[in-house]
C-alpha cells in the first residue's frame, strides 16, 4: 500500500466527520412517542443485556462501543470460530495467524498483536467466562455451549486491565439452569467435513447442577503439500468442557468448570509468491498448496480450571471471586520458504502456564453503581525454535522463558444525576514486574528443538533481564439520556500494553537488543450515540474516536548475513481516528436488515528505530502504515422467516462483507491485499416441537480468494523490482496464507 497523500487524508478525514455527523444529527430528532398497538409491540427488536461494564445492562444504555452476539445469532449464520465474526464487527480483525489452525491475530482501531512469539503481549484481550487468556497460541476459540459472544472495541484498560488497549472479546459460555437437556449436532460438508457435538445438563439435586458438552471437529485440507501429499489447510480438533454450578444458600452461588482442546491439525503451508531462486519452482496454480523440506506434524492443547464465586451481602452489596489457572502447548514445524530444499524451516516448541484471582466488591444503589476489586496474575512463557538455514549448512536456535507478575486494583462508579444525566469515573492502578531469560545460539548442521548437540559455533545472546512498570489507567464519561430511545455519551479512555523483553535478541548483531521495552500507550476520546426510532424496530447506533497512541512497540526483522536481526523498540507513535456505525432494523414481523460500517485513519507520526545494516537511527514514518486495518470495513445482511414450513419455520439470512485494502505488515510489501467482498447464505429449519433443526450454510458463496497472512523475507531488489541478489539463506521468501475458498456445510440437530 502506497504512501497517503495529503490530499486523500484530508478526504478521508473530512468523509469520516461528514458521515458521524449526518449519523449523529440524524439521531438527534427522535420519533415522536405514540401508543404503539400489537403489531409494533410485535415489531420492536429484542432487548440485548451485554456485561461490558461487569455488571449486567441493556446495550442501549452502555456508554461503551459493544457488538453482542447471542447463542441464535451465532446458530442461525453457521459461526464455527471466532474469526468469522471478524466480518460482522466494524473496524475488527480477528484472523488465523498464519502457520497453525489455533494462534489468533486480533486487531481492534489498529491495535493488536502482530508476533505471537511467547512473551509478546497481545493489544486485544480475550476473556473467557471473566477469565483472561495471555497468549494467542489456542485462542481461536470454536462456537460451541456458548450463550453469546461480546467485542468491546477501544481501550478497557480500567475494568478489563492492561493489554486490552485495542479492546476486548468477552466469551460466554452457556449458563446452567438445573432444566435437563441433552442436544447433539452433526454436520457434513465439502472438503470431508465431519463435525460432531454434544452438550447437556441436570440437576443431581435441588441446589446443585452439572453441564458438559463435547465436539469433534475434522475436515480434509483445501489443499496439499505437493510433495509429499499431505493435506494443507486441514482441521483436526476436539474440545470439551464440563461445569458445575452449586447454590449452597439463597446468597451464594459457585461455579466451576474445566476446558480442554487439542487441535492435531497439520501445520500450514505457504504459498510462495515468487519463483524459488533455489529450486527454480515457480509458484503453483492454487494458493492452498505448498512444498515442504520438513514433517507436517503440529500439536496444540490448551486447557483450563476457574471457580467464580458470587456472594450477595445485601440488597446494596455484591463480592466475587475469580480462581483461574490456564496452560498451553504448542508443537509446529513450519517450512517458511516453502520448498523441498531446507532453505529456511522453523521447528517450534511454546509451553506456557497462568493463575489468576480477583476479587471484585460491588455495589448498586438508587442513584450510584460502582464496580471495584484486585487482581492478581503469575504466568510463565517459555519457548524455544530453530532457524534451520539449510543452504548455509547452519542452524540458529533460540529459546528462553518469561516470568510475569501483575498487580492491579481498580474501581469504577456511575452517578445518576437525575433521570437523564449521568457521569462515570475509574481508574486502575498496575503494577508489572518481568525476568527473561534469552538465548540465542548457532549449531552447524540442522538442529531441531530439544535434540542433543555439542558446544555452538557461535553464541548470539545469553543473558537475563529483569524489569517492572507501574501504570494508572483513568476513565471518565457522560451519559445523556434524552428519552428511553435515545442516548448520548462522551467518554474518555486510557489503556497500555505491557512491555517486555525481545526473545528473539541477537546482541552479537545489536548489543541494545537486550535491554527491555517499555509499554505503549493509547488515550482515546470517544462521542457516541444509541438509539432506537420507529417505536423501537430499529436501532441505529454510531461512535467517533480519536486515539493518541504513544510509544508503540514496533518488531523489526531484517535478513542480515548472519541471519534474522531482531528488535522491539518503543519506536512509533501515531494516531487514529475513525467512526463506527452499526444499525438493525425490524421491517416486519418476519424480515429484518442489519448493517455496520467502520471507517479507520490510522497513521504514524514518527518511528525511530536502529537499522543493523547501517549501524544508525533512521525515521520511516512516511514509509510505513498501519498493519492489519482497513480504512473501511462494511456488512449488510438480512434474515427472511417463512412460517409453517414442513411443520416448522424457515429461516433464511444472508450477508456480504467488504474489506478494504490491507497491508500485512508495517512495511509495504508483495503480501498486501486489495479490497475484496464476501458473501455468506444460510438456510435453517426449525421444527414446531423445537426438537429438530436442520442447516444448510454457504461460506464465501463466490469463492473470493482471500490473503489474510504472510512472511516476507524479500531478497534484493532495484527500483523496478527486481532481484538482484540472493535473500535469507539464498533464497527469496515471500509466502501467503489464505482465508477458507468456497464450502457448503448441512448441519442437524436434534433436542430431547
Not at 424 to 450: C, I, N
Not at 507 to 535: C, M, Q, R
Request: glycine share 10%.
Amino acid at each position: 500500500m502506497k504512501a497517503t497523500t495529503l490530499k486523500n487524508q484530508q478526504f478521508r478525514r473530512s468523509l469520516c466527520a461528514a458521515a458521524v455527523t449526518s449519523a449523529l444529527l440524524g439521531l438527534a430528532m427522535p420519533a415522536v412517542a405514540q401508543d404503539a398497538d400489537e403489531e409494533e409491540q410485535a415489531n420492536r427488536l429484542e432487548r440485548i443485556e451485554v456485561t461490558a461494564r461487569r455488571t449486567t445492562e441493556n446495550l442501549q444504555e452502555v456508554p461503551v462501543s459493544v457488538s453482542s452476539f447471542g447463542e441464535m445469532d451465532l446458530e442461525r449464520v453457521g459461526i464455527n470460530d471466532i474469526t468469522e465474526l471478524q466480518q460482522r464487527i466494524p473496524n475488527t480483525t480477528l484472523q488465523v495467524s498464519r502457520g497453525t489452525n489455533s494462534t489468533l491475530t486480533a486487531y481492534i482501531r489498529g491495535v493488536g498483536q502482530q508476533d505471537p512469539l511467547w512473551g509478546f503481549e497481545p493489544g486485544v484481550g480475550v476473556y473467557i467466562d471473566d477469565v483472561y487468556v495471555a497468549r494467542p497460541q489456542g485462542a481461536v476459540l470454536e462456537v460451541f455451549d456458548v450463550e453469546r459472544i461480546e467485542v468491546l472495541r477501544g481501550p478497557q484498560g480500567t475494568l478489563y486491565g492492561k493489554n486490552t488497549i485495542g479492546g476486548a472479546m468477552k466469551y460466554v459460555t452457556a449458563q446452567l439452569t438445573g432444566d435437563p437437556e441433552l442436544r447433539v449436532q452433526g454436520t457434513i460438508g465439502d472438503y470431508n467435513r465431519r463435525d460432531f457435538k454434544i452438550s447437556g445438563q441436570t440437576a443431581i439435586t435441588d441446589n446443585f447442577y452439572v453441564g458438559g458438552a463435547i465436539a469433534s471437529l475434522n475436515r480434509d485440507g483445501f489443499g496439499e503439500y505437493v510433495n509429499t501429499g499431505d493435506d494443507n489447510y486441514n482441521k483436526e480438533l476436539s474440545t470439551g468442557r464440563i461445569s458445575a454450578l452449586w447454590m449452597p444458600s439463597d446468597t451464594v452461588t459457585v461455579r466451576l468448570s474445566a476446558d480442554r482442546t487439542e487441535d492435531d491439525s497439520n501445520s500450514r503451508g505457504g504459498y510462495r509468491l515468487t519463483t524459488s531462486q533455489v529450486t527454480g519452482d515457480a509458484p503453483l496454480d492454487s494458493v492452498y498448496d505448498s512444498r515442504t523440506a520438513m514433517p507436517v506434524d503440529n500439536y496444540v492443547k490448551t486447557e483450563g480450571l476457574s471457580a467464580v464465586v458470587d456472594w450477595e451481602l445485601n440488597q446494596n452489596w455484591m463480592f466475587k471471586s475469580v480462581t483461574a489457572k490456564r496452560e498451553g502447548f504448542t508443537d509446529t514445524n513450519i517450512d517458511f520458504d516453502s520448498t523441498e530444499m531446507p532453505t529456511l524451516l522453523v521447528p517450534a516448541i511454546y509451553e506456557d502456564e497462568q493463575f489468576t484471582q480477583e476479587f471484585q466488591l460491588n455495589y448498586v444503589g438508587d442513584n450510584l453503581r460502582f464496580v471495584s476489586g484486585v487482581y492478581y496474575y503469575d504466568g510463565e512463557a517459555c519457548g524455544v525454535f530453530g532457524t534451520i538455514l539449510g543452504g548455509l549448512g547452519v542452524t540458529v536456535e533460540n529459546g528462553g522463558c518469561v516470568e510475569t507478575e501483575s498487580y492491579a486494583a481498580f474501581g469504577q462508579g456511575t452517578y445518576q444525576l437525575d433521570d437523564q444525566w449521568s457521569f462515570t469515573l475509574g481508574g486502575r492502578y498496575t503494577k508489572d514486574d518481568k525476568v527473561a531469560d534469552v538465548y540465542r545460539f548457532t549449531y552447524l548442521g540442522q538442529v531441531y528443538p530439544g535434540e542433543a548437540v555439542g558446544d555452538p559455533l557461535v553464541v548470539n545472546s545469553d543473558f537475563t533481564t529483569a524489569a517492572d512498570w507501574s501504570r494508572f489507567s483513568p476513565h471518565a464519561s457522560v451519559q445523556y439520556q434524552v428519552s428511553r430511545d435515545l442516548m448520548y455519551y462522551a467518554s474518555y479512555s486510557n489503556g497500555f500494553k505491557s512491555g517486555g523483553v525481545d526473545m528473539r535478541a541477537d546482541v552479537s548483531l545489536n548489543p541494545d537488543a537486550a535491554n527491555p521495552y517499555d509499554p505503549e500507550i493509547v488515550d482515546t476520546y470517544e462521542f457516541g450515540v444509541k438509539s432506537e426510532l420507529l417505536d423501537g424496530r430499529v436501532r441505529l447506533n454510531a461512535a467517533v474516536f480519536y486515539s493518541d497512541y504513544q510509544d508503540m512497540q514496533v518488531t523489526v526483522q531484517r535478513a542480515v548475513a548472519a541471519g534474522v536481526a531482531s528488535q522491539v523498540l518503543n519506536a512509533a507513535d501515531a494516531t487514529v481516528q475513525g467512526f463506527e456505525i452499526e444499525a438493525l432494523a425490524q421491517a416486519t414481523d418476519s424480515l429484518s436488515f442489519n448493517a455496520s460500517i467502520g471507517f479507520v485513519d490510522a497513521s504514524f507520526d514518527q518511528v525511530i528505530f536502529f537499522n543493523p545494516q547501517t549501524q544508525e537511527n533512521e525515521d520511516v514514518s512516511g514509509l510505513w502504515s498501519f498493519a492489519n486495518t482497513p480504512e473501511v470495513s462494511a456488512n449488510i445482511g438480512f434474515v427472511q422467516e417463512f412460517r409453517d414450513v414442513m411443520s416448522g419455520d424457515l429461516v433464511w439470512s444472508g450477508n456480504l462483507a467488504y474489506r478494504g485494502d490491507t497491508q500485512i505488515f508495517e512495511v509495504p510489501s508483495m503480501l498486501d491485499m486489495d479490497a475484496y467482498s464476501i458473501a455468506n447464505t444460510s438456510l435453517v429449519w426449525y421444527s414446531n416441537s423445537g426438537k429438530w433443526q436442520a442447516g444448510l450454510h454457504v461460506k464465501n458463496l463466490f469463492d473470493k480468494e482471500h490473503r489474510l497472512a504472510g512472511y516476507n523475507f524479500a531478497a534484493p531488489r532495484d527500483a523496478q523490482g527486481n532481484i538482484i541478489g540472493p535473500g535469507l539463506g539464498g533464497e527469496d521468501t515471500i509466502v501467503g496464507y489464505y482465508g477458507a475458498p468456497r464450502t457448503v456445510a448441512l448441519t442437524v440437530g436434534y433436542r430431547f
